[in-house]
């Protein structure tokens, strides 16, 4: 029997106005209009300077550790332009944009980076899930969200995003595989930004690119620049395209970089070379459009004078009110967990002691609600 090969595959990558400034009108005309392409780049200009003005907060002790998104800001914000707003956008913590491109407040990012966690419940009407620092842990839950609308007959998709070291866990490849065997409408969004924390992207995965991992799964696959909106865009529309019309996953890989150092709590100069960052800088999305849009008299100095001032302004006013709200009740992480709140819980509500900590709240002197029964294992 002759040796015969059974599978082929070509990886290809998407990339329509590219870092010097090349834009590929074939692919690119007619992708964004110009009015929504200049609304794109103020929520970019938005993101980065919160970005910058968390650090500061940090820095200052006015805020716990946070991941800075500098550099990464097209990806989730091509994919949220993308969406209709009541599909899941299921995010790690480098896609503000994209939430803020949904409406999701500013100060519910910096609320949770503070620490308050009323910043990470996120208004419904945004169908945004959490922000997911657990590493892996979203695709699946994305592949869940779409899996129930698919089963409740509703036309909306998922899409989620991870980085390029959460490809390296378990729950990456089950989301995949139950995701592409059962023909849930989900797209899995790498942004793949060369590092996870200390690790190169070399040694996180062997394959030449991250896309490649979904044809193990059967699934359509596709790298693209994720610094270019454009190109971030075009994968988009067919990913989600394919989503709603025949139910099946796909894949993109958004090759990004990052910036910053991993969180505020990490120094990347101990780990990667200055030139490699000189390099990337001038592959930031923002400077990218920005150029583009000048060059298309979209766009002036006037113009981004007072689009600063604006995002000043705004990031100020998110500040503030992230840091003047009222403290929450002491009883407030007892009121989403259950629809009924279980006897006990009530009792631990009511008394604010536990079995836990060696109290015994059904001891406490007023205590009416009866505990049940304990239960042998
Ligand atoms: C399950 C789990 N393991 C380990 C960590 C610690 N950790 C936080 S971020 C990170 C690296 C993630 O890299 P990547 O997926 O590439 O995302 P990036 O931070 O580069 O955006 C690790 C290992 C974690 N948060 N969760
Ligand atoms: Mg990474």
């Not at 899930?129 to 007959?153: D, E, F, N, S």
């Not at 023909?183 to 996180?204: R, T």
């Not at 395209?241 to 996953?249: F, L, Y």
Request: charged letters at 25%.
């Amino acid at each position: 029997m002759p040796i015969k090969t059974v599978h082929t595959t070509a990886i290809e990558h998407v990339s329509i106005l590219d870092a010097d400034g090349r834009f590929d009108e074939k692919l690119g005309a007619g992708l964004v209009p110009d009015a929504d392409l200049v609304k794109l780049y103020e929520h970019m200009c938005a993101c980065r300077h919160l970005d910058e003005v968390a650090f500061k907060l940090q820095r200052s002790g006015r805020m716990g550790t946070y991941p800075q998104n500098m550099g990464q800001e097209a990806a989730s914000l091509g994919a949220s332009y993308v969406l209709n707003k009541d599909d899941w956008l299921v995010t790690c913590y480098r896609e503000n944009c994209g939430l803020f491109w949904r409406g999701v407040p500013m100060e519910s990012i910096l609320l949770h980076w503070m620490g308050d966690e009323r910043g990470n419940a996120m208004p419904r009407p945004h169908h945004a899930t959490p922000i997911a620092v657990p590493i892996g842990t979203q695709m699946l839950h994305a592949t869940g969200l779409a899996w129930a609308a698919k089963y409740r007959g509703e036309k909306r998709i998922a899409a989620t995003f991870f980085g390029d070291g959460a490809t390296s866990e378990g729950d990456f490849h089950e989301a995949m595989n139950f995701a592409a065997n059962l023909d849930i409408p989900v797209v899995f969004c790498c942004q793949n930004n060369g590092w996870a924390i200390s690790v190169p992207g070399k040694i996180q995965c062997s394959a030449p690119t991250v896309a490649q991992r979904a044809v193990a799964y059967g699934m359509d696959t596709i790298q693209c620049d994720g610094n270019d909106l454009f190109a971030v865009v075009h994968c988009f529309r067919k990913a989600v395209h394919q989503a709603r019309t025949t139910g099946r996953p796909s894949f993109i890989e958004a090759v990004t970089y990052r910036l910053g150092d991993h969180t505020t709590a990490d120094d990347a100069r101990r780990y990667r070379d200055q030139a490699e960052v000189d390099a990337w800088r001038k592959r930031d999305p923002i400077i990218r459009l920005r150029t583009f849009m000048t060059a298309r008299k979209l766009w002036d100095d006037a113009k981004e004078q007072a689009l600063q001032e604006r995002v000043e302004r705004e990031v100020a006013a998110a500040v503030e009110r992230a840091e003047t709200i009222a403290a929450p009740a002491r009883t407030e992480f007892f009121d989403s967990m259950y629809a009924e709140l279980p006897a006990d819980l009530v009792l631990q509500r009511d008394t604010m002691q536990t079995h836990g900590i060696g109290q015994d709240p059904s001891q406490i002197e007023g205590a009416v609600i009866e505990l049940p029964a304990k239960q042998g294992h």
